[in-house]
């Protein structure tokens, strides 16, 4: 069996310790999902109301789940897609839906299932020119681009996609005329009503066959790949990267961007491989996960081991996950950068390199991102916009231009045009991995580089999350927790300097809790699908003391919500 390289550890995994023993390597063939028989429990499992798990519920990127689990099952898609109908007619959206798949096997039968429904309710729906994949990003970008044309008749989309979840999983999510996540009014809505329908067997549902949905008149096929790719000098400065001869790979992980990559390379003459162009629903191409599961999580060095050990052959490689919202960027100097130390060489990158961008525009990002972005932002002399979990909360700033990015610590972000425009108002893989690319062109070092001169500047911060077993109960009560329960004035040595269970930027709830002082922080959350309660931590005196923090963090989650789940944890 093939070591695992010393640099595939991540900065808060010193050792493999609790990793799968095939962590880091290709998955054996029992451990690849059976398509047909995934494919067939979509269309036979009916999902039961009165049990939870088998209900509609849209989390911070839209409902998700297996067909197996009769989680993500064809009644699922029937009474989503009706409810996202209905939705439209209340709210005024009359002009074309967008719909977009990625790669998953579940992907394909909720694409045809969705449209059979769209095409029912006689709605406008965009569909890929050439029956392929269609990237999230570029799906919010052909909304915002549509709509940038047009005062009344706007458009909106569906995005049917797990993200980087497992092989059996299935996703879908509702974007609308804004081009980003819903927000949780409307998904409320859609999620209460898709319910509905299920419990009175769809009898409210509208349907026709496949066959006349594709050939209905508000079918419409849509050049997804041509818009999006002729618009990228928009953002990203490609002349740059190839007057600088920049070598780059990519890896698509068989994801949604697959035949994106060398259409960019080719269109604007860039040195650029695709490591990778299989598309195989089992993912067999994959490195396994650190808990034995195939995930296409680019931020994970074990999914993203074959990259690595490729990173001596380019001056900088990226990759993507299935549906290119998220980036993974390698250096041969640094391997995997951890996703935070990535958001925050692009946030001193961009401010210093964007004269069209509003001088207030400011910086966002969620609450458990690292605080070396504070420290950036403090530098930079530009407003940072604190917020939950969730893409949805940068939407309207990148909409109007007042946030120039919008990051999140699970590796997705966006940023704005160049000229000051708005580009996506969802995350967008692709023009981070192409902005790695940017960066070294212009400064001559890889991103990297610049993360090690920003902890020279401001100091090295140890991150690191890990979940924690809680009860339903205690997932609750630490979902409703307020700043007064928490009676500590302490956090590992160093005076508490705020306690937040609302998010500083917008005052929304963070449906948990936040802990800080001067230099570290905890943030814990209950888990929406599992008995857990996810604790990140940071601290800038190292590891020792953010053991320290965690440990100080349990002691006031069992005081705050009662005891018992402190003692057994695993690392994300």
Known sequence: MAAIPSDLRPDAEPNRIGAHRLAGLPPEPEMLVNVPRLVTAYYTLKPDVSVAAQRVAFGTSGHRGSAFSTAFNEDHIVAMTQAICEYRRGAGIDGPLFLAMDTHALSEPAFATALEVLAANSVDVMIDDAGGYTPTPTLSRAIITYNRAHRSGLADGIVITPSHNPPEDGGFKYNPPNGGPADTAVTRGIEGRANALLGDGLAGAKRVSYAKAVAAPTTHRFDYITGYVNDLPAVIDLDAIRDAR????????????????????????????????????????????????????????????????LRDRFDIAFACDTDHDRHG??????????????????????FAHRPGW????????????????????????????????????????????????????????????????????????????????????????????????????????????????????????????????????????????????????????????????????????????????????????????LHAIQDAARAIVAAAVGGGTERSATRA
């Open 246 to 309: 920049i070598i780059m790979g990519v890896d698509p992980l068989g994801g949604a961007g697959v035949h994106y990559w060398g259409r960019i390379a080719e269109q604007y003459r860039l040195n650029l491989t695709v490591v990778n162009r299989e598309v195989d629903p089992t993912f067999r191409f994959m490195r396994v996960d650190r808990d034995g599961r195939i995930r296409m999580d680019c931020s994970s060095p074990y999914a993203m081991n074959g990259l690595i050990a």
């Open 329 to 350: 960027i390698v250096t041969p100097t640094a391997g995997l950068l951890n996703p935070n130390h990535y958001l925050a060489v692009a946030i001193a990158y961009l």
């Open 358 to 545: 509003r001088p207030d525009a400011a910086i966002g990002k969620t609450l458990v991102s690292s605080s070396m972005i504070d420290r950036v932002a403090a530098s930079l002399g530009r407003r940072l916009l604190e917020v939950p979990v969730g893409f949805k909360w940068f939407v309207d700033g990148l909409a109007d231009g007042t946030l120039g990015f919008g990051g999140e610590e699970s590796a997705g972000a966006s940023f704005l045009e160049r000229g000051g425009l708005v580009w996506t108002t969802d995350k967008d893989g692709i023009i981070m991995g192409l902005l790695g690319a940017e960066i070294t062109a212009r400064t001559g070092r890889n991103p990297g580089d610049h993360y090690r001169e920003l902890t020279a500047k401001f100091g090295d911060p140890v991150y690191e999350r890990i979940d924690a077993p809680a009860s339903a109960e205690q997932k609750a009560a630490l979902g409703a927790l307020s700043a007064d329960r928490v009676e500590a004035r302490e956090l590992a040595g160093e005076p508490i300097t705020a306690v937040l269970t609302k998010a500083p930027g917008n005052d929304q709830p963070i449906g948990g809790l936040k802990v800080t002082s001067e230099n570290g922080w905890f943030a814990v959350r209950p888990s929406g699908t599992e008995n857990v309660y996810k604790l990140y931590a940071e601290s800038f005196l190292g590891t020792d003391h």
